[in-house]
């Protein structure tokens, strides 16, 4: 049985691609290791002012990377979670 379907192609990304992704990827990465750094050594800061500092966060990487919510929620969520429990005392 012959299966006459058109080949699908995949769209393959350059180096110049591939390098802008590494580039936003390593931004993305400082930026939310700067916001655990606040939230965890700034002792004035307020539950409100982390919790928005973290929407904020959370905002501008699916602004580098768009459609990867579930990414986030994996990756960052339980971090950003753990780090509040852990500097305020939550549950």
Do not use: C, H
């Amino acid at each position: 049985m012959e299966l006459d379907q058109p080949e699908k192609e995949v769209d393959v990304p350059g180096p110049e691609e591939l390098a802008e992704e590494q580039k936003l990827i390593r931004r993305m990465q400082m930026m939310m290791n700067m916001v655990m750094q606040v939230i965890a050594q700034d002792a004035t800061l307020t539950v409100d002012e982390a919790s928005q500092m973290i929407a904020d966060s959370r905002k501008a990487a699916l602004g580098m990377f768009p459609g990867k919510e579930l990414a986030y929620d994996l990756i960052w969520r339980p971090r950003f979670q753990r780090l509040m429990r852990e500097r305020f005392r939550m549950m």
